[in-house]
């Protein structure tokens, strides 16, 4: 990944996790003059293998997102696989250590759901909610990124096995760890929580927006939610401990 040591850098993810509330805040964030946004939502510049094996790719072509804008402001990739994806932590430490985080988290069963719920509606889903979870070992185990991204509905939700290894690559007071019912709840009071932890003076009126709310036939069932709870349940009261929150919902 070749670039000059002296050429700038992006120097903000919203890095996670997907159906939480990224697409909202990065649609908040394009409005604030002193960030600069990718000319795409999602790069997923750092978690495509074929970006960097057998040989990696010029990061100049990742910086062409932001055109001749990267020098000029702060600048944002919001790809919400980068915290889940376990090669890209490290990519972007190398990258720009000082790179700042941001982070949203949502109920992990809700999130499989919502995920799953995508996933159905775009025609890349035909087994049940229930059967697709069943079947997500034998899916990731596949070596294509595209059958993994797709399908990773319970993966994707061990949110301390996540955060454990963002930190041992970036030091706390650069992730900014946001509870995506906070978000929903009190818009304005996060937004400016996102924009004092960029070091931005707070911009115009701030609008609760929603993004890529799917409607669902059904509600998550029972049952599966359940199943879910069970197995994302140590990882939560390890969450809890990690952050200081109670999560008690998450484990009903």
């Given at each position: 990944?070749?670039?000059?040591?002296?050429?700038?850098?992006?120097?903000?993810v919203?890095?996670?996790?997907?159906?939480?509330?990224t697409?909202?805040?990065d649609?908040?964030?394009?409005?604030?003059?002193?960030?600069?946004m990718?000319?795409?939502?999602?790069?997923?510049?750092?978690?495509?293998?074929?970006?960097?094996?057998?040989?990696?790719?010029?990061?100049?072509?990742?910086?062409?997102?932001?055109?001749?804008?990267?020098?000029?402001?702060?600048?944002?990739?919001?790809?919400?696989?980068?915290?889940?994806?376990?090669?890209?932590?490290q990519r972007?430490?190398?990258?720009?250590?000082?790179?700042?985080?941001?982070?949203?988290?949502?109920?992990?069963?809700?999130?499989?759901?919502?995920?799953?719920?995508?996933?159905?509606?775009?025609?890349n889903?035909?087994?049940?909610?229930?059967?697709?979870?069943?079947?997500?070992?034998d899916?990731?185990?596949?070596?294509?990124?595209?059958?993994?991204?797709?399908?990773?509905?319970?993966?994707?939700?061990?949110?301390?096995?996540?955060?454990?290894?963002?930190?041992?690559?970036?030091?706390?007071?650069?992730?900014?760890?946001?509870l995506?019912?906070?978000?929903?709840?009190?818009?304005?009071?996060?937004?400016?929580?996102?924009?004092?932890f960029?070091?931005?003076?707070?911009?115009?009126?701030?609008?609760?927006?929603?993004?890529?709310?799917?409607?669902?036939?059904?509600?998550?069932?029972a049952?599966?939610?359940?199943?879910?709870?069970?197995?994302?349940?140590?990882?939560?009261?390890?969450?809890?401990?990690?952050?200081?929150w109670?999560?008690?919902?998450?484990?009903?």
């Amino acid at each position: 990944m070749s670039a000059s040591s002296l050429e700038p850098r992006v120097d903000v993810v919203i890095g996670g996790v997907q159906k939480a509330g990224t697409t909202a805040l990065d649609l908040v964030l394009r409005k604030h003059p002193a960030m600069r946004m990718a000319s795409e939502k999602e790069p997923h510049w750092f978690d495509i293998e074929e970006n960097f094996h057998p040989q990696p790719r010029d990061v100049r072509e990742y910086h062409a997102l932001w055109g001749d804008q990267l020098a000029t402001g702060m600048c944002c990739d919001s790809t919400p696989s980068y915290v889940w994806w376990p090669s890209a932590v490290q990519r972007i430490h190398a990258y720009n250590p000082a790179m700042r985080w941001i982070v949203l988290l949502r109920d992990p069963a809700e999130r499989a759901y919502s995920h799953w719920n995508m996933q159905r509606n775009r025609g890349n889903e035909t087994l049940s909610f229930g059967e697709a979870l069943k079947a997500e070992a034998d899916r990731l185990s596949a070596r294509s990124g595209t059958i993994q991204r797709r399908h990773s509905y319970l993966s994707r939700g061990f949110y301390a096995q996540q955060l454990n290894r963002l930190f041992a690559s970036f030091p706390r007071e650069q992730v900014l760890v946001i509870l995506s019912d906070r978000m929903r709840s009190d818009f304005a009071a996060v937004i400016g929580e996102v924009v004092d932890f960029l070091g931005l003076e707070p911009h115009g009126r701030i609008e609760a927006r929603n993004a890529h709310e799917g409607e669902y036939d059904a509600p998550l069932p029972a049952e599966d939610r359940a199943w879910l709870v069970a197995r994302y349940a140590d990882d939560i009261r390890e969450l809890e401990k990690l952050l200081g929150w109670d999560l008690a919902a998450w484990r009903t």
